[in-house]
Nanobody, 121 residues
Framework: QVQLVESGGGSVQPGGSLRLSCAAS????????MGWYRQAPGKQRELVAV???????NYADSVKGRFTISRDNAKNTMYLQMNRLKPEDTAVYYC???????????????WGQGTQVTVSS
């Protein structure tokens, strides 16, 4: 069974940095697009950044120039380096990945359990 596990969330002051990780495990044949989403209280889940298997990246306008998405295909792991954090970045951050299951050979969409990021003075 495929699983995504996030880590690296926490509390930080405005202007600080955090690095999130998302590790995929289980019966994985290949991983296509991966992405980070976030959901603040009372708001809809929104896309933060995506990265293709080839390394192409796209970012939400609100995080461009501050956040960097990356992935290590050998480790089936994705990262989000978040710099110059603002209070409005406070949310639960979720990782998402399109994964081809090595056993079933089905391509499916997977979500992590989420990790809380709080930016406050």
């Amino acid at each position: 069974q495929v699983q995504l596990v996030e880590s690296g969330g926490g509390s930080v002051q405005p202007g600080g940095s955090l690095r999130l990780s998302c590790a995929a495990s289980g019966s994985i044949f290949s991983i296509n697009d991966m992405g980070w989403y976030r959901q603040a209280p009372g708001k809809q889940r929104e896309l933060v950044a995506v990265i293709t298997s080839g390394g192409s990246k796209n970012y939400a306008d609100s995080v461009k120039g501050r956040f960097t998405i990356s992935r290590d295909n050998a480790k089936n792991t994705m990262y989000l380096q978040m710099n110059r954090l603002k209070p409005e970045d406070t949310a639960v951050y979720y990782c998402n990945a399109a994964i081809l299951d090595g056993s079933s050979k089905f391509l499916d969409n997977y979500w992590g359990q989420g990790t809380q990021v709080t930016v406050s003075s």
